[in-house]
């Protein structure tokens, strides 16, 4: 036997002179299972790919969703930039990185850096504009520093005193020429939001103390300012320009008169003396008055043109009769006032109110036509249950004395409109009222006064306020009146005139959310 036959030998010795542990051997062996005829066993390959997602614990899911939720917060969080520019302004006055760039208050830009020029003549500013501000950077846009300013007569920039400095703009055309250099102004301009109007030429044979931002006045009240004063190429005057606010400008004609206004004069005399003094504003700035004496020439002025500026009015100017604001006749209204009977809690309360109406006579009759707020407006009470306001003691009056029960002449009460009018028709109405053709609808804002009228010592006259088209804003069904200054709640339900023809387009409403008007709306 051969060296490589021995270890065969060595088990099969090692079986036969151990027969039980041969026989477990043989059970337990897995090739003792094969050569004893079972079939080996193979393995079953499966494809799981598809499917391991769905067997992923609740807790992966969880984890994905994370991570998405914190990308989108991250893309949310990141700047909104839109177009880059590069201003230069003379001084930096405390600009920095992160201050704001905003026009009419609201944010339209971010200041990227702040830096000197190459030359070290000006400061340098990097800003980005916001993406729907890209009409901003337009030729004509002009851009200056807001900070803290204060002077006789007014004080600046209070916002800056204790917050943050920021940059204002006014824009140019948005249909100009677009620009990513700009040259800052030092200043603001005398009329930042460069409301259309009429500029003309003031030439006087002396400044008389006037500056940049000094007021025009018409009968003390201001219809613009002094935009610019520079001499006149022969050096012999002053010239100043001025702009006339787009309201007032139908008031310059070629006859205008204009004259210094010191804000301050002294007269003394035999009989004592006597002190006149203005506003502030003129005293310390100086300003021009206007007048324009009626019977003489009516044809307008164009921007551009030129009048003298006298030292002193003459009495006769101001003694005579002047050309008027409107040249149309302005509808009379009626005081609507009653009692409002609502509940609060279950405890029951009353609330006076009164506002404007307009009485319109139509083919069918008399129609009063003013605001449905509060007259048929819903009162809701702490718990969340509406009550209705109920009226009572509905008046009218006309031209002051005219007092009328409203639930006496009216035929029914009224039709509500879905833009905050009501319409009322009347039995009977002797008192004032306009025609049906008086009306007409707008299609869209217009120049335009808001009328009221208003009695003493038994007689009526109009009061009006008039509102410029920068100063409207096109929104669903109303066109919003931009103004922070005035209070409308007095003009609530009053009509509104086109300025162009001396039409009714609309009617006036003062809410919460700010003042409206809301056109005409023909049945």
Not at 233 to 253: E, K
Request: hydrophobic content about 40%.
């Amino acid at each position: 036997m051969s060296s490589s036959q021995q270890p065969d030998s060595a088990a099969d010795d090692s079986v036969s002179q151990n027969p039980k542990n041969s026989s477990l051997d043989v059970r337990e062996s897995p090739r003792s299972e094969f050569t004893a005829g079972q079939e080996f066993p193979e393995a079953l390959v499966v494809d799981s790919r598809g499917r391991s997602l769905l067997k992923w614990s609740s807790m992966w899911w969880l984890t994905l969703l994370c991570v998405l939720l914190a990308g989108w917060l991250t893309w949310r969080s990141l700047p909104n930039h839109g177009p880059r520019i590069r201003i230069y302004f003379p001084e930096g006055h405390g600009l920095k990185e992160g201050d704001p760039v905003r026009y009419r208050g609201i944010e339209v830009g971010q200041v990227l850096s702040v830096g000197l020029s190459d030359d070290l003549s000006q400061v340098q500013v990097d800003v980005a504009l916001t993406s729907g501000s890209r009409a901003i950077h337009r030729e004509g846009s002009e851009f200056w520093i807001v900070r803290p300013q204060l002077s006789l007569t007014e004080i600046q920039g209070m916002d800056t005193l204790l917050g943050a400095r920021y940059i204002s703009v006014q824009p140019g055309d948005p249909a100009g020429v677009e620009k990513t250099t700009f040259d800052g102004m030092a200043a603001p301009p005398a009329d930042a939001l460069q409301l259309a109007g009429l500029e003309l030429i003031l030439r006087a044979d002396a400044r008389h103390g006037i500056s940049v931002g000094s007021p025009i006045s018409w009968r003390g009240v201001q219809t613009g300012r002094v935009l610019s004063v520079n001499l006149s190429p022969d050096a012999r005057h002053v010239d100043f320009g001025v702009r006339i606010d787009r309201s007032f400008r139908r008031l310059i004609r070629p006859s205008s008169r204009f004259w210094v206004t010191s804000g301050f004069g002294m007269d003394i005399s035999l009989t004592g003396i006597k002190v006149n003094a203005d506003s502030l504003t003129t005293i310390a700035r100086g300003g021009i008055s206007v007048i324009t004496p009626v019977g003489e020439s009516e044809t307008p002025v164009a921007s551009g043109h030129m009048f003298a500026i006298g030292d002193a009015p003459d009495q006769e100017w101001l003694n005579a009769a002047s050309v008027p604001l409107v040249e149309f006749s302005l509808p009379e209204t009626v005081m609507l006032r009653g009692t409002i009977r609502t509940s609060l809690l279950g405890i029951p309360r009353r609330q006076t109110f009164s506002q404007q109406a307009l009485v319109i006579q139509t083919s069918n009759g008399a129609v009063l036509w003013t605001a449905s707020q509060p007259l048929f407006d819903a009162v809701a009470d702490d718990s969340s249950e509406d009550t209705q306001g109920v009226p009572e003691g509905l008046q009218l009056t006309a031209s002051g004395r005219n007092e009328r029960s409203l639930d006496e002449i009216a035929v029914a009460s009224g039709l509500r409109n879905d833009n905050g009018a009501v319409e009322i028709p009347l039995r009977e109405w002797s008192g004032p009222s306009v025609r049906a053709a008086d009306l007409r609808s707008a299609v869209e804002p217009e120049e335009c006064l808001l009328v009221r009228s208003s009695s003493a010592a038994g007689k009526t006259s109009a009061v009006i306020h008039a509102i410029d088209l920068p100063d409207l804003q096109q929104q669903s069904g109303h066109w919003q009146i931009i103004d922070a200054e005035t209070d409308f709640s007095a003009w609530h339900g009053s009509p509104v005139a086109a300025m162009v023809d001396g039409k009714i387009i609309g009617m006036v409403l003062s809410f919460e959310g700010g003042p409206v008007i809301v056109p005409w709306q023909p049945k």
